[in-house]
């Protein structure tokens, strides 16, 4: 929670507003379920368990869903946990953005959805230390959810004075504990991610995948979506009430204090009744698992890296998505400046849910071939054009506006303009995840595919914070109504207002932006796309690492 949306996010799964927002898919889920024989996790236990199911073999009775449904039940909630405060921070640049910040203040805030993509770097250090009596994912669950209700506490009680400030949201801080916020929701997910293959019986752990989606798709739309609609004063006055008042059913400053009261509660009660390794009924158990050393594993990925064929590919994967980061990132910001409600763009998402679930089972049949990324390249132009699409749809915005809002007809094109967006999208990511499917090495293909995404994920992350950045410096504004007066900067801004002025834009960075990225698309695509299908011919010794064959 990623495929990326019309802003940042995300995610994920960077995941964000299902729409408007980085659904920071994260890159690692979609092939769990695939390449669950090759985690590390999954080849550390093997040798235990068929150890533990042998001992029992002639009687054991092989537990159905219904057995555990307990566990699954926990393993979904864990992951409905780690997908609110994902939300939340992914619908605080909407709110920044109603408050009238600038792009440079949202590209810094934008590091907040980094994390997510950034954990491999201590993900080996989640898995080597821990407290052995307490447990092995205990030892980081317990500790990071404590601490995730006790930042979202102590926001509750801050968040309202960051925001309204004198001089405006305080963006640093607010950047700094959405940051550790999204820090401990990513070793969250490292450590829950662990234990659902130990906590599920060897016939149900496919199980945990479908918790991870649905549980994170839960926790973000919870976060992000019905939090902007009960926020909305005009969304509960139209909707949820009888008689209009001047705020929504909830505040921000609640939210955070309701979910952290959950966090502690919750964390509280597994810490005390959840055992991680519990006897019998053929769970897989740890006590004699083979631990992979922290240095070994940053060794090995230094290995992977340093090989031609994945130096190069790493670097396609980082650069691909450039011309994409202008409509990506600021889309969704842009049609909140120009008047659109945040939370109709939230529920926007929410008619996307079917085809985001059919479109990686109907993609897929078309990327099972020796060739998936012929698709990655088709689907690769049609994406810059749908990019120009959105900054048309943002200069039509303002000429739609009414007095009661904007008309239906208005949305049901935001609406399609997604849903083309969406094709185009699915098609280049699940594209991708079978190419790293089909080459990463077997012996190693956890750490393998890991890395893949974890480079994915960053060329997503970067582009999108930079697309930010120079949105500013790229517009141009003229002071009208006070002579000698400009608008270059904030400041002379203020004295332009001051003077009785008024700073107009003669020109919005957001379409220079647009027209850049999408001919430095063109040309990646034309160039280096090229030298990305041309990969698709390498030979599988290519891809694999020398320790594997060893």
């Given amino acids: 929670m990623e495929p990326l949306d019309m802003m940042i996010h995300k995610n994920g799964r960077q995941r964000k507003l299902a729409g408007f927002t980085v659904t920071n898919v994260n890159m690692k889920d979609i092939t769990k379920g695939q390449t669950s024989d090759s985690d590390p996790d999954v080849e550390e236990t093997e040798g235990l368990i068929r150890e533990s199911d042998s001992e029992n073999m002639r009687h054991a009775v092989h537990p159905g869903i219904q057995a555990e449904l307990g566990n699954v039940s926990l393993l979904l909630f864990l992951y409905v946990l780690q997908g609110i405060p994902l ?8 709110i920044l953005q109603g408050k009238h910040v600038s792009y440079k203040d949202q590209a810094f805030f934008s590091f907040v959805f980094w994390p997510f993509s950034l954990k491999l ?27 995730l209700g006790l930042f979202m506490l102590y926001l509750s009680s801050k968040v309202d004075s960051l925001l309204q400030s004198e001089a405006g949201p305080n963006v640093l801080i607010l950047t700094a504990v959405f940051f550790m916020l999204a820090f401990l929701a990513a070793t969250q997910d490292i450590a829950v991610d662990g234990w659902a293959l130990t906590m599920l019986s060897r016939e149900n752990v496919g199980y945990a995948s479908t918790c991870n989606s649905v549980g994170q798709t839960a926790g973000y739309f919870l976060g992000n979506v019905l939090f902007l609609a009960l926020e909305s004063p005009d969304f509960c006055n139209k909707y949820l009430r009888a008689e209009p008042k001047d705020t929504g059913i909830v505040t921000l400053s609640d939210f955070l204090f309701f979910w952290g009261v959950v966090f502690l509660v919750s964390t509280t009660l597994v810490a005390i009744f959840k055992r991680e390794n519990e006897p019998g009924r053929g769970k897989r158990r740890v006590k004699d698992e083979e631990k992979h050393g922290v240095l070994e594993t940053y060794k090995l990925l230094w290995t992977i890296i340093k090989m031609p064929t994945v130096f190069n590919f790493c670097v396609l994967l980082l650069t691909a998505k450039i011309g994409f980061s202008a409509a990506d990132a600021v889309t969704g910001l842009k049609l909140v400046e120009a008047g659109v409600p945040k939370e109709q763009l939230a529920l926007l998402a929410v008619p996307m849910v079917p085809l985001q679930i059919l479109l990686p089972v109907i993609i897929s049949k078309y990327t099972a071939g020796p060739r998936p990324l012929d698709v990655f390249y088709k689907a690769f132009p049609w994406r810059l054009l749908i990019g120009l699409e959105y900054a048309l749809l943002v200069w039509w915005t303002p000429s739609l506006k009414q007095e009661g809002g904007f008309p239906v007809y208005y949305y049901a094109i935001v609406l399609l303009s997604y849903a083309a967006h969406q094709v185009a999208l699915y098609s280049m990511y699940v594209a991708c995840m079978a ?27 970067w582009p999108s914070t930079l697309a930010l950045w120079l949105v500013d410096p790229l517009t141009s504004k003229v002071c009208e109504g006070a002579d000698g007066q400009s608008c270059g900067s904030p400041e002379e801004e203020g004295l332009c207002i001051k003077e009785g002025g008024v700073c107009v834009t003669t020109l919005d960075g957001y379409y220079v932006e647009s027209v850049v990225c999408v001919v430095i698309g063109l040309a990646w695509w034309l160039w280096l796309g090229k030298k990305m299908k041309r990969l698709q011919d390498q030979s599988p010794a290519a891809w694999r690492c020398r320790n594997s064959q060893s």
């Fill in 435 to 461: 190419f790293h499917a089909k080459v990463s090495d077997p012996l190693i293909g956890g750490t393998y595919m890991t890395l893949l995404n974890t480079v994915t994920n960053l060329g997503g992350n």
């Fill in 87 to 94: 939300g939340l921070a992914g619908s605080i640049p909407l």
């Fill in 121 to 147: 770097f201590w993900a080996p250090l989640v898995d080597a230390l821990y407290f052995s009596r307490f447990g092995r994912r205990k030892s980081w669950l317990v500790p990071t959810q404590y601490l």
